[in-house]
């Protein structure tokens, strides 16, 4: 799926796995939880479209997104869930991320310091399917 901002019944969060040098980036939200980046897609935008504005907005960083890895639904509050639609994204340009007042903290994590995280199941699995690719993470997903 590519468009729309609702999906089975539930708003969509579209979020990257963004890989440079090894370590994906993370942000930790105002519920003291650690996420990958991205947001909502606004009314007439494409899912992909939604993750460049809102990785852009949200880290200062630019992105070409590419495979859809992982989706699935997510309990944000008890009872109030999203539908997370994850892609495979690639670095556009130099890594100077800058964090959002969206969030509290920004940060690029190896794949050994995740496992010390309260972290999704599913952010994990979309993780893991990208680092794992034959492709690599720094090449762009097809």
Known sequence: MSAGTHCNGHPVS???VLLVEGRVLLLRNDRDEWELPGGRPEIGETWPQALVREI???ADLSVDVGTLLEQWPYEVLPGRFVWI??????????ASPSVSAEHCELRFF?????????????YRRAISRL???P???DRPPA
Do not use: F, H, N, Q
Not at 85 to 94: D, E, I, K, Q, S
Not at 110 to 122: I, N, P
């Open 85 to 94: 639609a994850a892609y495979g994204c690639r670095l556009v340009g130099a």
């Open 131 to 133: 680092s794992t690719s």
């Open 14 to 16: 579209v979020k990257g």
């Open 56 to 58: 852009r907005e949200e």
């Open 110 to 122: 190896r794949a050994v310091e995740l496992d010390g995280l309260a972290l999704d199941a599913g």
């Open 135 to 137: 492709r690599g993470p």
